[in-house]
């Protein structure tokens, strides 16, 4: 392949780092406001970690937006559903849960999530098909059916495992925390920071620098000359919403170990949190939906240490001061 | 000489509105076919339904051997159909360098056919890892011509592409797309700068009111000035 | 007509289903003696109100609003909460409804002013974020709302079962202070629909209309689209609250399952759906629909699912149980959706012979 | 003070694109302007410009002594800036007359009336009823909008302009994609509008026979810039819309 030396200077636009500098700079001044620097650490790798997950939860739907003008009001029903399936390994394996090894936690962990991620992804392909399929273009009726679908699925898991909050506890190997002198990092946000940057370094590296990638990204802009061009973008967007959803899915065991337990009405409140976060990011954008997802954990992780009583609101608080400063979010995507 | 590409009675709705009313063309193997007319007679829409983005509602579609009239895009353009939208439609997001990566269907970039761009468009060259979005009109029309010329393509689409370009861009298209010609494609091309028009067209349809309202040789149309006046509605006053 | 703001029914079998509906809500306590009955007649009223101002922002402007319960809930709680702390007098009445209304009222305007501008997406998600954080919050400010137990209260004299207006001997009825809240309840939510009526069939209602089929072109006719989807967007919250008072009265009490929760935003869809979208009528017959469904089909279900449970099929018990009563709902939500998104009213009036568009003359 | 609109160095850039480039002009009341040029020349953008759909990168636009470069569109339409588009741009599933109707209300500044029914305002009903028998549409008036023929839908965008009475009538294509027969209704219109000379008319339009017939002045956009400006008879003799409509000079492409 040609790599041509640009023989004049390049009109390279200006990168708008603002909303990157934004949570580094809330980091920043929180230091000051917290006092003791080890709470300050802890927080702010609460955070990320927390941050990790929720954007993994996002991604799908902010992708699926981008790509195709589709707002799965649903979503968050694959993030339960991923969940619950979690559980279905897990309880056979309560013995190799407990195990204190963690090649034995891990053995029962990784099919876990596999095949939490399958199964949410293939109701992904169901729920494209049946629900979205007929409304696209629509967006009042996509609010609605993807709404009706939401409930459905959310019903279904408490008549399939009933309403009661089904215990999901971390491996034992995963327990506890590494200290750093004085500074306490639990464990398991540790491997939650290393599974959402390797899943934002995955979904960086595929958009970026692969073929498939540059067609999403192609697609999020013009569709039909994606078409024009040769290439089946039916099927292109049916494998992003898959992909979406089985991430969707991740993000739930995840979640669901974080809180140790599982229950079917977490897709409501987690539902709420992605919104906000794709809100914040701007709708399509995956950067921002990063950069939103570490926001919000931020502020709730400090919000709650500082103000507790500010915390139940501080989202809406945040989402309030990011729209004033650009309406359609951090990083509007320009074709819509 | 066999036609490359063939429509018989197509029409075409486009919500309620039938803006196609029975067009029949033909576009001959390796010959630059021209599809001259006014704003608003049907010429966008006529590409764009070769194309598969908007459906006929009846009549036929033969490219080669082959119907398309009621295959889908993607499938359409595997036949080795390229096109040029009016829009130009550059990825702007992506890079130059992007752009043609994801237009060379098949494989990777063909340096030699790669050279063979730049000779026209040094722009592109030049500006090779820049985003699409920060060049010029021009050199997103030549982007957008070079999009569909990276893999040899047997039909070209192209929709008014010196249109809004400064008059020296005009004549780099020019040459460009005559050299295309000479490679062997077989182009229909939507034009409304007759002079362009004139330059590169060996046969003309003209369209009115989604109809074809006259077919023939372009270099009797180009000596053919009462003609020209009454298809086209445009004044040569100045010229006689 | 000029009741009716010029805009009948225009079918003859909407008109004799409505007419019917409402002389039935009418003479209930006559009809249909003990407290069921009339708990399911003042939950009519109160929903067919609740979701005719729904229909104002779906049907009429188009925008799909998730913090409807919020502004019910706000009605409700500021009701309660007035009775709960001033005691059961008319002062506390009035002011409960002096402060939930308007507060109502300004909260749908500054959600209004600020994501009306964009993308009726937006509006969506940000009513639907919002309405969560007042649901948390209204649920964590227990000692000013009583957290998940809510707030019962008394009502004043007049309204109480005890009072008896007219004793039995009279009319062989006997005419309690029960029985006038409820006609309380039925007037004042018919008022309410009848205003909604006339706001929609206004020259204001007309340019919702327009907004919602054409925003850029009413723009360009010199209409401030914001203001007029706000506007919208108040008076909605207005009567949403309006109703959360009645129901608040009715019930004498408020709280977290009765007027907050997100499954009565469920409902308030399917009833909107269900009777069909820009019709207000639709409302009346939505809520009667599922209310009467709701409250007679959900106790059929526990006895399908206990049979199903005792023939020893798998799955089935637990998908009949009448705790999956939303299951079913929002599988009917889907198919409605679907296959009959004009609703009950839009079918009855498409078959009725009328052919017109929008208003016939 | 008699009225006027001007734009002073309008332009606006999308992108690496200058769609509107410097364009100063002034149109005067009692006077039609023409503005020709060749398809992308930025004749719909400038439109947009004035009409406020768009928003200039700099310069300025003066409307009847004021500056209203940064209004937005619903109050320059409020000032009497009118508009017809060239997509057909109506409420779809309301009726004919309903759609004018609402153009009457928002001329007489009802914006917010909401407790009576809008039978009651007999007067927005009988105007709007008057200005669609002006446009031949009086017997479609309870139709959904919609079902109307491409040419009638045409007419209705006109209707709903009259119905704003504004001071500057903006056409952009008005007979675009109109069939022959339906053409002169339109044209008649217009002609009509010109009586009353303390209007401002600009029309944007491709077919040279009508600009003939109706402009006492034309002005020529050529790649966003400004390149003629004069009576009709000798803007179009000139040179240099020669080229702008039909190309590059024959000497240079030889």
């Known amino acids: 392949m040609t790599e041509l030396a640009a023989s004049d200077p390049l009109p390279k636009p200006k990168r708008d780092i603002a909303p990157i500098l934004l949570p580094i700079a809330l980091a920043l001044l929180m230091i000051p406001l917290i006092g003791s620097t080890s709470s300050w650490l802890t927080l702010t790798a609460a955070s990320l970690a927390m941050g990790m997950m929720i954007f993994i939860m996002a991604s799908g739907l902010t992708l699926v937006f981008g790509l195709m003008d589709v707002l799965n009001f649903g979503h968050g029903a694959f993030?339960?559903?991923?969940?619950?399936?979690?559980?279905?390994?897990?309880?056979?394996?309560?013995?190799?849960?407990?195990?204190?090894?963690?090649?034995?936690?891990?053995?029962?962990?990784?099919?876990?999530?596999?095949?939490?991620?399958?199964?949410?992804?293939a109701l992904g392909l169901v729920v494209e098909r049946v629900l979205i399929l007929p409304v696209y273009g629509q967006h009042l009726k996509q609010i609605l059916m993807t709404t009706g679908?939401?409930?459905?699925?959310?019903?279904?898991?408490?008549?399939?495992?009933?309403?009661?909050?089904?215990?999901?506890?971390?491996?034992?190997?995963?327990?506890?925390?590494?200290?750093?002198?004085?500074?306490?990092?639990?464990?398991?946000?540790?491997?939650?920071?290393?599974?959402?940057?390797?899943?934002?370094?995955?979904?960086?590296?595929?958009?970026?620098?692969?073929?498939?990638?540059?067609?999403?990204?192609?697609?999020?802009?013009?569709?039909?000359?994606?078409?024009?061009?040769?290439?089946?973008?039916?099927?292109?967007?049916?494998?992003?919403?898959?992909?979406?959803?089985?991430?969707?899915?991740?993000?739930?065991?995840?979640?669901?170990?974080?809180?140790?337990?599982?229950?079917?009405?977490?897709?409501?409140?987690?539902?709420?949190?992605?919104?906000?976060?794709?809100?914040?990011?701007?709708?399509?954008?995956?950067?921002?939906c990063f950069i939103g997802a570490i926001l919000v954990a931020m502020v709730a992780n400090y919000g709650g240490f500082l103000v507790p009583k500010l915390a139940l609101v501080s989202n809406i608080l945040l989402m309030v001061a990011i729209l004033m400063w650009r309406p359609r979010g951090l990083y509007a995507v320009t074709s819509r | 000489m066999t036609d490359l590409l063939k429509l018989s009675g197509v029409h075409t709705n486009i919500g309620r509105y039938h803006i196609l009313q029975g067009i029949d063309l033909a576009v001959p193997q390796g010959q630059v076919t021209m599809l001259l007319g006014r704003n608003g007679a049907g010429k966008t829409t006529t590409l764009r339904t070769i194309m598969g983005l908007w459906q006929a509602s009846s009549g036929e579609i033969t490219f080669g051997s082959?119907?398309?009239?009621?295959?889908?895009?993607?499938?359409?353009?595997?036949?080795?159909?390229?096109?040029?939208?009016?829009?130009?439609?550059?990825?702007?997001?992506?890079?130059?360098k992007e752009n043609l990566v994801l237009a060379a269907r098949d494989g990777p970039l063909d340096d030699t056919q790669l050279d063979w761009i730049f000779g026209f468009f040094p722009a592109l060259r030049r500006f090779w890892l820049s985003r699409a979005g920060s060049l010029s009109g021009g050199q997103k029309q030549m982007l957008s011509i070079a999009r569909a010329i990276i893999e040899p393509r047997k039909l070209l689409l192209i929709d008014e592409p010196t249109k809004g370009l400064a008059p020296a861009i005009v004549m780099a298209l020019i040459e460009c797309l005559k050299e295309i010609k000479r490679k062997g494609a077989t182009i229909l091309l939507v034009e409304q700068n007759f002079f362009a028009a004139r330059e590169l067209g060996d046969s003309v349809l003209v369209m009115d009111n989604g109809t074809i309202v006259h077919r023939g040789e372009m270099a009797d149309l180009a000596a053919d000035v009462p003609l020209q006046e009454r298809l086209l509605g445009l004044s040569l006053e100045a010229h006689q | 007509m000029m009741i009716l703001s010029g805009d009948p029914p225009r079918s003859r079998v909407l008109t004799l289903v409505l007419v019917v509906i409402i002389l039935a809500l009418a003479a209930t306590p006559f009809l249909f003696p003990g407290?069921?009955?009339?708990?399911?007649?003042?939950?009519?009223?109160?929903?067919?109100?609740?979701?005719?101002?729904?229909?104002?922002?779906?049907?009429?402007?188009?925008?799909?609003?998730?913090?409807?319960?919020?502004?019910?809930?706000?009605?409700?709680?500021?009701?309660?909460?007035?009775l709960y702390g001033m005691g059961p007098n008319w002062a506390a009445v009035a002011t409960g409804i002096v402060v939930g209304l308007p507060l109502a009222a300004l909260l749908a305007l500054a959600i209004g002013l600020f994501s009306l501008r964009v993308a009726a997406i937006f509006f969506a998600m940000i009513t639907l974020a919002v309405a969560s954080a007042f649901q948390v919050l209204a649920s964590q400010l227990s000692w000013l709302t009583g957290g998940e137990d809510g707030r019962s209260?008394?009502?004043?004299?007049?309204?109480?079962?005890?009072?008896?207006?007219?004793?039995?001997?009279?009319?062989?009825?006997?005419?309690?202070?029960?029985?006038?809240?409820?006609?309380?309840?039925?007037?004042?939510?018919?008022?309410?629909?009848?205003?909604?009526?006339?706001?929609?069939?206004?020259?204001?209602?007309?340019?919702?209309?327009?907004?919602?089929?054409?925003?850029?072109?009413?723009?360009?006719?010199?209409?401030?689209?914001?203001?007029?989807?706000?506007?919208?967007?108040?008076?909605?919250?207005?009567?949403?609250?309006?109703?959360?008072?009645?129901?608040?009265?009715?019930?004498?009490?408020?709280?977290?399952?009765?007027?907050?929760?997100?499954?009565?935003?469920?409902?308030?869809?399917?009833?909107?759906?269900?009777?069909?979208?820009?019709?207000?009528?639709?409302?009346?017959?939505?809520?009667?629909?599922?209310?009467?469904?709701?409250?007679?089909?959900?106790?059929?279900?526990g006895v399908a699912s206990k049979a199903a449970s005792e023939a020893g099929l798998p799955l089935l018990p637990g998908l009949l149980h009448p705790d999956r009563w939303l299951l079913w709902l929002g599988l009917l939500f889907i198919a409605s959706v679907y296959f009959f998104p004009s609703g009950v009213v839009g079918r009855l009036r498409h078959g009725g012979g009328d052919k017109g568009v929008g208003t016939s003359h | 003070m008699t009225l006027s609109l001007e734009t002073r160095d309008l332009t606006i850039r999308f992108g690496g694109h200058v769609a509107v480039n410097n364009v100063s002009c002034t149109f005067r009341p009692g006077e039609l302007t023409a503005i020709v040029g060749p398809n992308?020349?930025?004749?719909?953008?400038?439109?947009?410009?004035?009409?406020?759909?768009?928003?200039?990168?700099?310069?300025?636009?003066?409307?009847?002594?004021?500056?209203?470069?940064?209004?937005?569109?619903?109050?320059?339409?409020?000032?009497?800036?009118?508009?017809?588009?060239?997509?057909?741009?109506?409420?779809?599933?309301?009726?004919?007359?309903?759609?004018?109707?609402?153009?009457?209300?928002?001329?007489?500044?009802?914006?917010?009336?909401?407790?009576?029914?809008?039978?009651?305002?007999?007067?927005?009903?009988?105007?709007?009823?008057?200005?669609?028998?002006?446009?031949?549409?009086?017997?479609?008036?309870?139709?959904?909008?919609?079902?109307?023929?491409?040419?009638d839908q045409r007419k209705l965008e006109v209707a709903l302009m009259i119905a704003l009475e504004p001071k500057v009538f903006m056409f952009d294509e008005p007979t675009a994609g109109m069939s022959i027969d339906e053409v002169p209704v339109v044209l008649n219109l217009i002609a009509q509008l010109k009586q009353d000379k303390s209007k401002i008319i600009l029309l944007v339009e491709h077919k040279m026979d009508v600009v003939r017939s109706l402009a006492d002045r034309i002005i020529v956009l050529h790649n966003g810039q400004l390149v003629a400006d004069g009576q009709p008879a000798e803007v179009i003799a000139s040179p240099v819309v020669q080229e702008a409509y039909l190309g590059v000079a024959p000497k240079s492409a030889a």
């Open chain 1, 79 to 121: 993030i339960a559903v991923g969940a619950y399936i979690a559980t279905l390994v897990f309880a056979p394996f309560a013995a190799s849960v407990q195990a204190d090894s963690l090649l034995v936690n891990l053995a029962v962990l990784a099919p876990a999530a596999l095949l939490s991620m399958a199964v949410s992804g």
């Open chain 4, 40 to 151: 992308g020349a930025g004749k719909t953008t400038y439109f947009n410009l004035i009409s406020g759909q768009l928003r200039a990168s700099s310069g300025s636009i003066l409307f009847d002594g004021t500056d209203i470069t940064l209004q937005s569109a619903p109050l320059r339409t409020r000032a009497g800036l009118g508009r017809a588009f060239q997509l057909t741009n109506l409420f779809p599933n309301l009726t004919v007359e309903e759609n004018v109707r609402l153009a009457v209300q928002a001329a007489s500044g009802t914006h917010y009336d909401m407790l009576r029914p809008w039978m009651v305002r007999r007067d927005l009903v009988a105007r709007a009823d008057a200005i669609l028998d002006q446009v031949a549409l009086g017997n479609r008036r309870s139709v959904a909008a919609t079902t109307l023929s491409h040419g």
């Open chain 3, 35 to 82: 407290a069921k009955a009339l708990n399911v007649a003042a939950k009519i009223c109160v929903f067919a109100a609740l979701v005719a101002s729904y229909d104002l922002l779906l049907g009429y402007t188009g925008s799909v609003s998730f913090a409807h319960t919020m502004f019910y809930g706000i009605g409700s709680y500021a009701i309660a909460i007035a």
């Open chain 3, 153 to 301: 209260f008394q009502l004043p004299e007049l309204l109480r079962p005890g009072t008896v207006l007219i004793s039995k001997n009279m009319f062989g009825f006997e005419i309690n202070g029960r029985i006038l809240t409820f006609y309380l309840v039925f007037a004042v939510s018919a008022m309410m629909i009848l205003a909604l009526l006339r706001v929609v069939n206004s020259p204001f209602g007309r340019v919702l209309q327009a907004i919602r089929e054409n925003r850029f072109r009413a723009e360009a006719l010199g209409f401030r689209t914001v203001f007029h989807l706000t506007y919208a967007n108040c008076l909605a919250a207005l009567v949403a609250a309006g109703a959360g008072v009645l129901n608040a009265l009715w019930l004498r009490y408020a709280g977290p399952d009765t007027s907050l929760s997100f499954s009565i935003m469920l409902d308030i869809l399917l009833m909107v759906v269900i009777g069909g979208m820009g019709t207000i009528y639709g409302a009346i017959i939505g809520a009667t629909i599922f209310i009467l469904a709701q409250n007679y089909l959900q106790s059929l279900m």
């Open chain 1, 149 to 288: 679908g939401l409930i459905v699925a959310e019903q279904t898991l408490y008549a399939l495992w009933g309403p009661q909050i089904i215990p999901m506890p971390l491996p034992a190997s995963l327990r506890g925390s590494f200290i750093l002198g004085d500074v306490a990092i639990a464990k398991y946000r540790v491997l939650a920071m290393f599974i959402g940057l390797a899943v934002f370094i995955a979904i960086q590296l595929v958009l970026n620098r692969t073929k498939l990638g540059l067609l999403i990204r192609a697609g999020v802009e013009n569709r039909e000359m994606v078409e024009a061009l040769g290439y089946r973008i039916r099927r292109l967007f049916l494998g992003v919403f898959m992909t979406g959803s089985a991430l969707a899915g991740l993000g739930g065991v995840m979640w669901a170990l974080y809180r140790e337990q599982v229950h079917a009405s977490m897709s409501d409140e987690l539902t709420v949190l992605i919104f906000v976060v794709v809100i914040i990011g701007g709708l399509g954008s995956i950067g921002g």
């Open chain 2, 66 to 96: 082959e119907r398309i009239e009621s295959r889908a895009t993607p499938d359409i353009a595997r036949l080795g159909v390229g096109y040029v939208p009016e829009s130009m439609a550059v990825f702007s997001d992506l890079t130059v």
